[in-house]
Structures are given as C-alpha cells and as structure tokens.
C-alpha cells in the first residue's frame, strides 16, 4: 500500500500550534495597549490644555486685554473643561472639552486671568501644578505666572 501525501496546505497540528502562538502573542500585547492607550489620553489631555492657554496668552497680548480662563471639575460622567472669556462679559468665547476618563489631582486649578502683557499675576512664582491622570498614568502640567507651561510625563 502506498501512502500518497499532498504537499499543498497544512496539517490540523501545524494549523493548531500556529493559533496557539498568535493567541499567546495577543494576550502579552492586550494590557500594554491599553496602558499605553491612557498614557496617550492623559498626554492629551494636558498638551490640550496647555496649548489653549498659549492661544489664550497671545491673544491676550495681541487684544492688549485680559484674558479670563476658567476651569470645569468633571462631575460623574461629564468630563472637565476649560474656556476662556475675551472681552469679560462672563460668558466664554472658546470652551475645549477633556476626556471623560481624565482625573485631576489634587483638584482643577483656579481661575485665573492673563492680563495683556501675558502674564498671569495671580499665580503663585512657583507655578500651579496640576497632575492629570488616566488608570496608572500621568502628565504633571505646572502653568507659571509667566505664562510658561510646563509638561512632564510620569
């Protein structure tokens, strides 16, 4: 009797330990996704707020007015937000919306105005420092009265 074998396609043995291999490669890769994921939020979060406050500044100087930023805690499943107010009627002018997963600590900073030379005179010289985190990562945002923001990534 002679056994005839195709050389085309794969055995049920190779097809099995093939999967097996991809399925243990998706398993070590699964949970650094998805810490990678919050650190890309948190980055985002404070790049975000940080790059609306130096719009904020410089039209301050170019407006050669104040510029008043006010900050929104997120409550429950509202996230947090910050908007600034151009010409002091109370009412915000432009408002970034941050993420629903975004956690401030210790609390949001507080309100504060940049006057029309960019400067933040209410700031302590030390800058506030606002840590924004998402699980396990953070970003450590220091804005300073200078107008100078700071971002440094934990």
């Not at 049920?12 to 398993?27: H, P, R, T, Y």
């Not at 432009?94 to 949001?108: G, K």
């Amino acid at each position: 009797m002679t056994l005839i074998r195709s050389d085309r396609g794969f055995t049920l043995i190779e097809l099995l330990v093939a999967m097996g291999i991809v399925g243990i490669a998706l398993v070590t890769a699964v949970p650094s996704l998805s810490s990678m994921h919050a650190q890309m939020r948190s980055s985002h979060d404070a790049r975000l707020i940080a790059a609306s406050v130096s719009q904020w500044r410089s039209e301050a100087i170019r407006l050669r007015r104040s510029v008043d930023v006010t900050f929104v805690a997120p409550v429950g499943a509202t996230p947090g937000s910050v908007s600034a107010d151009f010409d002091g009627d109370g009412d915000p002018e432009e408002t970034i919306q941050l993420s629903r997963a975004s956690d401030w600590s210790p609390l949001m900073p507080a309100d504060f105005a940049i006057t029309g030379l960019g400067i933040i005179p209410s700031l302590p010289a030390e800058g506030v420092e606002v840590e924004i985190a998402n699980r396990d990562q953070s970003t450590q945002l220091t804005i300073f009265p200078t107008g100078i923001i700071s971002l440094v990534q934990g």
